[in-house]
């Protein structure tokens, strides 16, 4: 019989070669009674400044004869393996998938562990090549507005660090990192408690996933666009691609990523596609050197070798003039680089990364805060499109403010909250590079108050947090869809059959593991429409 043993503590100092022992002890039974013992989770435990420890999950089996007399608190019995996905008859005509980011490539899996192959449509290039226009992107602001750090194979999350961390509990998040971890991704992430594959790695295994599915009998079309979704009584019929060619098909897969505006106002144009305004986040990037968040974060115990770069998780609810906002820290790179995220000319954003090593200088995180309709309506923008008119018109005036070609305009912590331009922003990781500006000139007020604030409570929690050392880089405006294409149970369009919105750009997830589990859970809904 095997167990899962929660809840093990090991000190920095101590060897892993007593988890088996502190094991046995919570069991009940000695050492040697232990068959096996496998680590299948660890976590940081970094609370006590100076005294950091981690805290493994362990799966232990004990030899024949012996059991123990009773479960504590703390430990189960292990659950058997899932059972693997039933087959299903393949209908007439393929699937269309339309994008290759997370829920496009893992709905195409989901469909051929059942049997049926798909279509995936991609308007980019395959990740690898790829590389090439995001490495030009970040050299000179040369930007391919179909290749780019959000368009091409693996979707924005490729080259956005590869954080697999999560806040969602699903029995499918197993699967999803499973799979990276078969497909070439390294295996730590199979036991840490926030894995981090590394933009340096997940391409690699973005690219053997792809080619798995294709092994399988599926097609990936790549620089295609689609420039219709394609419809017939009430249904979907198939999709017409920007060099003319139609597809035909009565089931398409909408996973596109949240920068499919093209897509989005064809929609709200023709009317056909319930399309509404959703809420999202936006701000600014703080960047600061990773040392002074070793420092901050760990204490005395900062250098210690066994420790990794450190992280950060910040949040606030405050009520100004009025309306409580949410401000909190997004996607946190540890020893990573700003980069430049636009897919448009004349519209800057950006995002952050770390390679696996997450050895660079510099530490960054998105400082966001919500948000709502309420927000769009007050700068005058309506309807369905209008959280994505309100994102468009922030990037306008960050483009105008760092003065064109994607530098950004940016500004340190303490000049900011004194609304002055005083220290210059100094070092930093982002390329093209930096614009010394006001970034009190970029957002509404009770934004710019929420975002002042809440960084005030910040340092509160995070001693040195608004020294001149950090800097915020403008602007983090792609936190997640503006726009939600709507559906129902039945994971379809509420307004149109055959239609399966998907993953975080038609606003149902939020970073890789939810939006592949978003399209795992499409490929489920599909199947069983073909039982």
């Known amino acids: 019989m095997a167990y899962r043993v929660n809840n093990i503590g090991l000190w920095l100092d101590e060897p892993e070669e007593l988890l088996g022992q502190r094991a046995a002890e919570k069991l009940g039974v000695t050492r040697s009674d232990l068959a096996s013992v496998r680590v299948v989770r660890a976590v940081l435990d970094a609370r006590k400044k100076g005294s950091p420890r ?19 608190p703390d430990v189960s019995e292990s659950a058997p393996p899932p059972e693997p996905p039933q087959r299903v008859k393949e209908p007439e005509r393929m699937p269309l998938i339309i994008g290759t980011g997370p829920a496009g490539l893992f709905a195409a899996l989901g469909l051929l562990e059942r049997g049926v192959r798909t279509i995936l449509i991609e308007r980019g290039r395959e990740v690898v090549a790829r590389r090439k226009d995001v490495a030009k992107l970040m050299r000179d602001g040369s930007l391919d507005p179909e ?19 999560t806040r969602i509990n699903h029995p499918m998040v197993r699967k999803v990192i499973e799979t990276f971890a078969r ?30 599915l294709i092994a399988g009998g599926c097609q990936v079309l790549f620089e295609n666009k689609v420039e219709e979704v394609l419809y017939r009584d009430g249904r979907v019929s198939g999709v017409r691609l920007a060099d003319g060619r139609t597809l035909e098909s009565d089931r398409v897969v909408l996973a596109p990523g949240n920068s499919a505006r093209e897509l989005y106002e064809r929609f709200a144009a023709d009317g056909r596609v319930v399309i509404e305004p959703k809420p999202f986040a936006l701000g600014f990037r703080a960047e600061h050197p990773q040392g002074l968040i070793n420092s ?13 770069p450190a992280d950060y998780k910040l949040a606030e609810n405050l009520e100004v003039d009025g309306e409580v906002r949410g401000i909190y820290s997004f996607c946190m790179c540890p020893g990573g680089i700003v980069v430049p995220t636009p897919t448009q000319d004349g519209l800057q954003c950006t995002n952050g990364m770390s390679n696996s090593r997450r050895n660079a200088k510099y530490a960054n995180a998105g400082i966001v805060v919500t948000v709502s309709v309420q927000d769009f309506e007050r700068e005058g923008f309506s309807g369905p499109l209008a959280g994505l008119e309100f994102q468009r018109h922030w990037e306008s005036k960050a483009y105008e403010l760092g003065g064109g070609k994607f530098f950004a305009p940016a500004q340190t912590i303490p000049d900011y909250l004194a609304g002055r331009v005083k220290k210059d922003p100094g070092g930093t990781s982002y390329r093209p590079g930096l614009a010394h500006t006001d970034l009190n000139k970029l957002f509404p007020e009770r934004l710019t108050q929420s975002l002042k604030q809440a960084l005030k409570a910040f340092d509160r929690k995070m001693r040195g947090f608004n020294s001149d050392d950090g800097k915020l880089i403008g602007i983090e405006s792609r936190t997640s869809s503006p726009v939600r294409i709507t559906r129902g149970e039945d994971m379809q369009s509420v307004s149109m059959r055959g239609l399966y919105p998907a993953g975080e750009g038609c606003g149902y997830a939020g970073g890789i593991v939810s939006s592949a589990i978003d399209g795992l859970r499409v490929a489920e809904q599909i199947a069983s429409e073909l039982a």
């Open 54 to 72: 981690y805290i493994y999950t362990l799966e232990v089996e004990l030899a024949p004869g012996h059991a123990p007399k009773r479960l504590p």
């Open 147 to 165: 290749s780019n750090m959000n368009f091409g194979e693996g979707g924005a999350g490729a080259y956005t660090d590869g954080k697999l961390s």
């Open 183 to 212: 497909c070439g991704a390294p295996d730590h992430i199979l036991i840490e408690g926030k894995p981090h594959i590394g933009s340096d790695l997940l391409p690699g295994a973005v690219a053997k996933l792809r080619d798995e």
């Open 296 to 308: 901050i974060q760990y204490g005395s115990a900062a250098k210690n070798p066994r420790l990794p």
